[in-house]
């Protein structure tokens, strides 16, 4: 059974950081390029950052840039997302999605549950 497993959400005040962690299992996340995504209430699920599945490529949204850093570790099957400087407009639901690359994997999607960040004025 597949699973993304997001941790490490929680409450900051602005200009605090917090480091989310997606902890994969049932699959060999080095196959996967992974991406951080954020759904805030009433609004749509926005992209915030990706990664390639060996870490050579990363990309953000214009509203992260500079402050926030996708990474990972296929050894751990692990993708991580350091916040830094974090404002109130940050508040969301943080979810981990993971997207094959591989011939066998290329056809799999696989989404996590989640994890809340709130942060305060």
């Known amino acids: 059974q597949v699973q993304l497993v997001e941790s490490g959400g929680g409450l900051v005040q602005s200009g605090g950081s917090l480091r989310l962690s997606c902890a994969a299992s049932?699959?060999?996340?080095?196959?996967?390029?992974v991406r951080w995504y954020r759904q805030a209430p009433g609004k749509e699920r926005e992209f915030v950052a990706a990664i390639s599945n060996e870490g050579v490529s990363t990309d953000y949204s214009d509203s992260v840039k500079g402050r926030f850093t996708i990474s990972r570790d296929n050894a751990k099957n692990t993708a991580y997302l350091q916040m830094n400087r974090l404002k109130p407009e940050d508040t969301a639901v943080y979810l981990c999605?993971?997207?094959?690359?591989?011939?066998?994997?290329?056809?799999?999607?696989?989404w996590g549950q989640g994890t809340q960040v709130t942060v305060s004025s």
């Open positions: 049932g699959l060999t996340l080095s196959y996967y390029r």
């Open positions: 999605y993971a997207e094959g690359i591989t011939a066998e994997t290329r056809s799999r999607r696989f």
